[in-house]
């Protein structure tokens, strides 16, 4: 019943404009920012590691900021689920660096398309659907149900979903080296063992080393995207450009500062736009205390 309830308010959203999804969502921020609410201390702390310089008020704007863009992101979830390709291509205004893109596409190397929890990173992976054999590495939900939807949602314009696991690594591997394309979020917190601590905003956060990987062994060309909400609800601007050469460097902390210097760069030009609720330096290494962590 509360998969189907959620699925319905889904299929309502999706008949919204986004120029009203985007008017809605400012209300319901001012509603969140002022209620108790244990995320509020994790978006702060992020924010206050990210840009030490900024002020107390700019900080408190930047939380406000950020509440409206992570309202916009859930009442996108119904373009996300069942929009038709034709209104999701229409509504991305913007697509900066196609020439990049095709110029990997022609490499015949295959291409690993890296992107971070930054505007709505959904769509981005929707659009790559439709560009072409693409395949997205993904967490599967625990309740079998809820991966069938969620697996119907994510492949209908084509796209094929792997699940992470064991398993996962062959199936990334055997598409790359026939010239596919493969997504995969870069700034989720890896596994013990499939990570190690690099700067990302000067502090240490522990970063997965799959994609120096996955470059390393298969010579893929690997391209960061961002899909960035333009304002007053007028729909998304896509970006794609080549991640620097060093993402694949053989030294595995040189590659990892890289991958997370491109997505301090992007995240910088639209701080809101990124999910600076979740915890992403809640574990740290040696000598560093946990910032979430509540002092006694």
Not at 113 to 128: P, Q, S, V
Not at 154 to 180: D, H, Q, Y
Not at 193 to 220: D, E, I, K, N, S
Not at 245 to 256: G, L, M, S, Y
């Amino acid at each position: 019943m509360k998969i189907t309830a959620a699925l319905l308010l889904l299929r309502l959203l999706s008949w919204l404009p986004l120029r009203l999804t985007d008017w809605l969502a400012r209300p319901l921020a001012g509603v969140l920012y002022w209620m108790p609410w244990r995320k509020h201390r994790v978006i702060l702390t992020n924010l206050q590691i990210a840009f030490p310089d900024k002020s107390p008020e700019e900080i408190r704007k930047l939380h406000r900021a950020n509440l409206v863009a992570m309202a916009q992101l859930v009442f996108e979830l119904g373009a996300v689920w069942y929009w038709s390709a034709n209104r999701l291509q229409n509504s991305i205004r913007e697509v900066h660096g196609l020439a990049d893109l095709e110029a990997a596409r022609q490499s015949g190397k295959g291409i690993l398309l890296i992107a971070g929890h930054h505007g709505n990173w959904e769509i981005n992976a929707l659009r790559a659907g439709l560009s072409g054999s693409f395949s997205g590495l993904y967490k599967a939900p625990n309740d079998p149900v809820v991966d069938q939807a969620l697996r119907a949602s994510r492949s209908r314009f084509g796209a094929k979903l792997i699940a992470s696991g064991s398993p996962a690594m062959r199936e990334i591997l055997k598409a790359l080296r026939a010239g596919e394309t493969v997504g995969l979020l870069m700034d989720q917190v890896p596994r013990q063992g499939q990570g190690v601590f690099a700067p990302f905003f000067g502090r240490p956060a522990l970063t997965m080393t799959l994609v120096q990987r996955l470059a390393h062994r298969t010579g893929c060309a690997v391209i960061f995207s961002d899909c960035r909400r333009l304002p007053g609800g007028r729909g998304w601007s896509l970006s794609y450009h080549p991640a620097p050469p060093a993402v694949a460097d053989e030294d595995i902390d040189v590659a990892v500062t890289a991958l997370n210097q491109c997505l301090e760069n992007s995240v910088a030009a639209a701080p809101d736009q990124y999910l600076w609720l979740y915890k992403r330096y809640a574990v740290q290494p040696d000598g560093w205390d946990n910032p979430y962590r509540l002092s006694s």
